[in-house]
């Protein structure tokens, strides 16, 4: 009788730790901000409204507060200057609410401030998609192929790879920098109290997470394909 042999790539680890990293700490932002979801803010502030007002703290009054669909699909247009909350965050005037609607205010703050991080990020999303999109059909060619046109193609997926790589780590200053402006307003500004701003710190501190393990699974996913394309090239 024959029994077929499968091949276990030892690469796909990389991809296994990566796809664990990431479910974690989602996991671990869904469990936070449910938490927090139902603890309601002093203020009695609802997520529009807290970031109307951090707006107008920072100076800031020519961006719109807009409801999209969606839970946690909150974020913010620099093309537009829309800030768009989510049905989780816009009419909740809970304390994870207010701390997302705060978070997306500093993005604002940064682009009405020109932080360089964010025009950075800014000036890598097209080259980061398209590179995203063509690096595994290039490798696949590289694969496909022999000789110089071989290494030319597997070269032009890993430098492809790399630029979605670079738009990950990119992300991670620019998040964190939103994150302490939005405490820094909500504390100073009476928004909220003390233990409520600890409280908001741990909602994003989760949020932060997600992006940490966003880059470290393109990190990793990097990695393998560096050690793939490697092998062929030898």
């Not at 829309?82 to 989780?88: E, F, G, I, K, T």
């Not at 070269?155 to 630029?163: D, I, K, Q, R, T």
């Not at 501190?205 to 966003?214: C, R």
């Amino acid at each position: 009788m024959y029994y077929p042999m499968f091949y276990f790539d030892p690469t796909y680890m990389l991809v296994i730790v990566g796809v664990i990293i990431c479910l974690l700490a989602s996991a671990k932002m869904r469990s936070t901000f449910q938490k927090y979801a139902r603890v309601r803010s002093h203020s009695g502030m609802t997520g529009r409204e807290a970031a109307e007002e951090v707006l107008r703290q920072a100076g800031i009054y020519d961006v719109r507060v807009e409801r999209v669909a969606g839970n946690l699909t909150d974020h913010y247009d620099p093309r537009t200057k829309v800030l768009r909350l989510s049905d989780a965050t816009y009419g909740s005037n809970s304390i994870a609410a207010v701390g997302v609607a705060a978070h997306e205010c500093g993005h604002a703050i940064q682009h009405a401030q020109g932080y360089v991080p964010l025009k950075i990020r800014g000036s890598l999303v097209p080259v980061a998609n398209l590179g995203s999109t063509l690096a595994w059909p290039l490798i696949l060619l590289g694969l496909l192929f022999t000789g110089e046109s071989s290494v030319m193609f597997l070269n032009l997926g890993v430098l492809a790879f790399s630029l979605a790589v670079l738009f990950q780590i990119v992300t991670l200053p620019v998040e964190f920098n939103a994150s302490n402006r939005a405490i820094r307003i909500l504390g100073s500004s009476g928004i909220m109290y003390p233990e409520e701003v600890k409280d908001t710190k741990k909602v994003l501190s989760a949020a932060a997470l997600t992006y940490v393990a966003g880059a470290a699974a393109a990190i990793l996913q990097l990695l393998r394909i560096v050690l793939l394309t490697g092998r062929r090239r030898d």
